[in-house]
């Protein structure tokens, strides 16, 4: 099953009941295993999870903390971007030049690396005098 296929299966298990806007991740580690995640709403809006940061998640839970590819669906008119919080996360896991692909349900696709999501990105190197 293709990373594609395998957000836009995870997308269906979103809990979205509040925006109605499920997305799905998936990511594949450096290692080819692939991540699942999906976003999960909470009554208390800022409580929620994003899916990016619970493919992540599960990848840093299985032990691993590279990722190597990175893909993002919804139901919007244009392909979902990752929310600024989940382009630090994937930030801290991938280097700049890992593809992130962001899709909607039309078929209609962006790439992009993680350098050009996060240009700038606050890594470990900020916290070296420390």
Do not use: W
Not at 1 to 22: G, I, T
Not at 24 to 42: D, H, K, L, P
Not at 113 to 128: I, V
């Amino acid at each position: 099953m293709s990373l594609k296929d395998q957000a836009l299966a995870v997308r269906e298990n979103a809990y979205a009941p509040y925006s109605r806007f499920k997305v799905g991740a998936a990511i594949r580690s450096e290692n080819g295993v692939v991540y699942t995640g999906c976003n999960v709403e909470n009554v208390a809006y800022p409580e929620g999870t994003c899916a990016e940061a619970g493919a992540v998640a599960a990848m840093v839970a299985a032990g691993e903390t590279r990722l190597s590819e990175v893909f993002v669906i919804a139901d919007a008119p244009l392909p979902v971007s990752p929310c600024g919080g989940c382009r630090q996360k994937l930030s801290e896991f991938g280097a700049g030049d890992v593809a992130v692909t962001m899709a909607n349900l039309d078929g209609v696709e962006r790439t992009m690396t993680l350098a050009e999501l996060m240009p700038g990105a606050f890594s470990e190197t900020h916290l070296e005098n420390t």
